[in-house]
């Protein structure tokens, strides 16, 4: 039995890749190891990283899918047939056609999610003519930030390698100790850290300022921060003077805000404010990273960026080193746009994007006027918003979309308000197709599950986490294995169905290695060669490149006052909006739903819904909690341990107690991601999804959601919390 080595990239948690080396022998994954020489390595050690050490358990998982199914009973019954894949992609391939010719190609839809390398479901569906790449992480995770950046400064300035380590670092709503893998190996030794977040941890109780806001008003908190540097004189003047637009209007803006009332609004005493902003505009240079909760939270969700941004800019912290840099792909890796065929979808198709006209700056709208649009990836700006799409297929208007295909992507228990979820796929959708390494509620749901390849089981090339770098990874593992699966790449079934759909000639590699190789030509090494001789490449990073030429918007700066925004008829400056259920917006709702509803940071565990099949990982944590002041459980008659119903006029559902003051005694923290995989999966229970899982409480109405870029509600809502039994 020979064993072999080789070198692995982790895709787990989506934006940040990290490599390890893996023992493979006979088809099984032995081992995985560290890989210390790679600065793509987490701070903690690959093996440390718990999810990692599940891999090789839920790789030969018995919950796998494994040949395509077809069902044969009522949606949900868990009947199926198992067919072979040529009759799959036959079938698919021409109910695809059928419909595309009945309705035309708009009435085929993708809903996508944080797993995969997209370019290829790009390439079918620009193809195919359909506008509907619709990445259930665009408008409430990365893709949100990405492209308020790029409509205000031209580019993503963000945080991550390479770059020198801040002197301050602000993490915004998110946690990276948890969930930034290589970053936080940089942000993590700055000499002052300042923690805005919701909710307590050890880092932030650890931290230099730990401001604790009501979830939802980081943006009033934003304008707080904007208040004291420009009244106190600390920000850039000559980087202001020169490269920012809209300075004076936004003074004015930010002096309807004076620090009372933010404290009103956020709760956060102003003392703290002041000191926070304080520090942020003094230590040189300083890095406001990303968090993602900011985009969970409906209204304001665009409006946080933005204040994000004008910190940043207002302080020259954008474009320098250790400070907010902009994030570029390697120059020699053939990119995702050439990739993905965006040319190839006609104007007339992606004018047909759902949610386009009401949401229309994180739109084609917004797109068509961005100076640089050849840089930016359309299947982000042009893909059709999740809530405006859910209602089509539920009610048929502005047209109906009556296919679906799910890839990379869980939606029964990720996107907002199950119920609609689960009454779109049962009831409303002709067809359905979900592309799973495992049986989800979701594929549950589907008339055909396409059993494809796990990470690991593919060559990998990272994308947009670590800027100017190109890391990659091995396929580790055979795609299939006569006698017990065969299993394809998502590549292989982009490819095969576009080959029948008239596309051939648009797919010249025949796997996805191949294609993986190509984009690596410019290195005139394929993908193994390079993991061993290389194993990643990283460009140098151009700092204040915007001195030769300005930054890539209408006016040549960043946009302040935005004239995107004001074109689309926005307000041009950031401005602070109560989240749509709020006790102030909804004092009458508050009477009944007393609490605000948010989630538990990530669990160390766990990537979104994914990895409940680990007993590795169960052992750690086995159940969803639901975290309370202990004044809170107090008064609701609940003890450390109990059963909780959490509900609102949307659902409810049952998690244990945990007591805890890192938590505001208003505020209700709930783990995300819950269905129970060892549960029955055909209907009522679909593996348990109705019982704990999160978004049975969150809202896709789309007047819920950020007016500017359709993200919709995964927290700041209201709810009750009651003892339950057990
Ligand atoms: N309430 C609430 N909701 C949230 C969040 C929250 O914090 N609170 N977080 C949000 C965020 S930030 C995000 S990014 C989204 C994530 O939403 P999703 O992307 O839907 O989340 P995952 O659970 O990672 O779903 C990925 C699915 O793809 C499958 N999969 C894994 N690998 C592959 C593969 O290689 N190919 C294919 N075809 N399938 C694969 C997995 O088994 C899993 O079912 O959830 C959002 N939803
Ligand atoms: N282990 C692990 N790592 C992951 C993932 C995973 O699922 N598991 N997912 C990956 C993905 S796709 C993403 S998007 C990133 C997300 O990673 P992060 O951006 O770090 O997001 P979270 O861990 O959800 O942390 C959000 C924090 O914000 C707090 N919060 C809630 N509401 C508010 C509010 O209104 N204002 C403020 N200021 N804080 C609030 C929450 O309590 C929580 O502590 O992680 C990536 N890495
Ligand atoms: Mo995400």
Request: charged share 25%; hydrophobic share 35%; proline share 6%.
């Amino acid at each position: 039995m020979a064993q072999e080595t080789k070198i692995g990239l982790c895709r787990f948690c989506a934006h940040h890749m990290c490599q390890f080396k893996a023992v493979v022998e006979d088809g099984k994954l032995v081992k995985l190891m560290n890989f210390p020489e790679s600065p793509h390595t987490p701070p903690w050690t690959t093996e440390g990283c718990p999810r990692n050490r599940a891999v090789p358990e839920l790789i030969g998982h018995p919950g796998r899918t494994c040949y395509p199914l077809k069902r044969k009973g009522a949606r949900g019954e868990g009947k199926w047939e198992q067919i072979e894949w040529e009759q799959a992609l036959d079938e698919i391939a021409e109910k695809l056609r059928e419909i595309k010719e009945k309705y035309g190609p708009e009435a085929v839809a993708l809903l996508t999610g944080a797993i995969h390398e997209p370019w290829d479901l790009a390439r079918f569906f620009n193809l195919f003519a359909s506008p509907h790449v619709v990445n259930v992480n665009a408008p409430i995770c990365s893709g949100l930030e990405a492209f308020m950046n790029i409509t205000c400064c031209g580019g993503i300035a963000l945080y991550g390698p390479p770059t020198s380590i801040p002197k301050c670092f602000v993490m915004w709503a998110g946690e990276h100790w948890t969930t930034g893998g290589v970053k936080w190996k940089i942000e993590g030794k700055a000499e002052k850290l300042i923690v805005v977040n919701s909710t307590g941890s050890p880092q932030a109780r650890k931290a230099t300022i730990w401001l604790q806001p009501r979830p939802g008003t980081d943006t009033a908190l934003g304008l707080g921060w904007l208040n004291v540097i420009i009244n106190e004189g600390l920000y850039d003047k000559e980087f202001v003077e020169k490269w920012t637009f809209g300075f004076d209007k936004l003074k004015e803006r930010v002096n309807e805000f004076p620090l009372d009332r933010v404290e009103a609004i956020t709760w956060v005493p102003k003392q703290k404010i002041i000191a926070a902003a304080r520090i942020y505009a003094t230590s040189k240079p300083a890095a406001i990273d990303w968090g993602t909760a900011t985009g969970h939270m409906g209204r304001n969700a665009a409006e946080a960026e933005r204040v994000r941004i004008a910190l940043r800019a207002i302080t020259g912290n954008i474009d320098v080193d250790g400070g907010n840099h902009f994030m570029r792909p390697h120059s020699k890796l053939v990119s995702i746009k050439e990739m993905c065929l965006d040319e190839m979808l006609p104007a007339s198709q992606y004018r047909k994007r759902l949610g386009g006209d009401k949401f229309r700056v994180l739109s084609w709208q917004g797109w068509e006027m961005l100076a640089d649009k050849k840089s930016q990836r359309a299947f982000v700006s042009r893909g059709s918003i999740y809530p405006a799409v859910m209602h089509s297929i539920r009610t048929g208007e502005p047209y109906r979309v009556r296919a679906l295909l799910t890839n990379g992507c869980n939606p029964m228990v990720t996107v907002a308000n199950t119920k609609n979820v689960y009454d779109g796929l049962k009831h409303h959708i002709d067809f359905s197709v979900c592309m799973e390494i495992f049986m989800t509620p979701t594929a549950m749901l589907a008339d055909y599950v396409l059993p494809v390849t796990f990470w690991p089981e593919r060559p990998t090339i990272n994308y947009l986490g670590e800027a100017n770098s190109v890391i990659v990874g091995q396929r580790l593992l055979p795609k299939s294995m006569p006698g017990q699966y065969d299993r394809r790449d998502d590549y292989d079934v982009w490819r095969g169905l576009g080959i029948r759909l008239g596309q051939e000639k648009y797919w010249p590699w025949k796997d996805l290695d191949e294609a993986q190789d190509y984009r690596l030509k410019n290195f005139g090494m394929k993908l193994d060669e390079f993991a061993w001789k290389k194993g990643w490449d990283t460009e140098p990073v151009q700092f204040k490149s915007y001195e030769k030429g300005g930054f890539h918007t209408t006016t040549g700066k960043i946009e302040l006052w935005s004239t995107i925004f004001d074109a689309q008829g926005y307000d041009p400056l950031p401005h602070y909006e109560e989240p749509a259920e709020s006790p102030v917006s909804r004092p009458d709702l508050a009477n009944e739903y007393p609490y605000i509803l948010i989630n538990n940071p990530k669990s160390r565990f766990f990537i979104h819904s994914q990895l409940r099949q680990s007993r590795y990982l169960r052992r750690r944590h086995n159940e969803p909690f639901v975290k309370m002041h202990p004044d809170t459980a107090e008064k609701q008659g609940i003890k450390e341990g109990d059963m909780v119903w959490i509900e609102n006029r949307r659902g409810k559902i049952k998690q244990r107690a945990k007591l805890s003051d890192d938590v505001h005694p208003q505020v209700v923290a709930v783990d995300f991601g819950w269905w129970f995989p060892e549960k029955r999966g055909e209907e009522p229970s679909l593996f348990g999804v109705w019982e704990a899982n999160m978004n049975v409480l969150t809202s896709d109405a789309m007047d819920y959601a950020c007016e500017v870029s359709g993200s919709w509600n995964l927290q700041a809502l209201l709810c009750k919390i009651y003892k339950a039994g057990d």
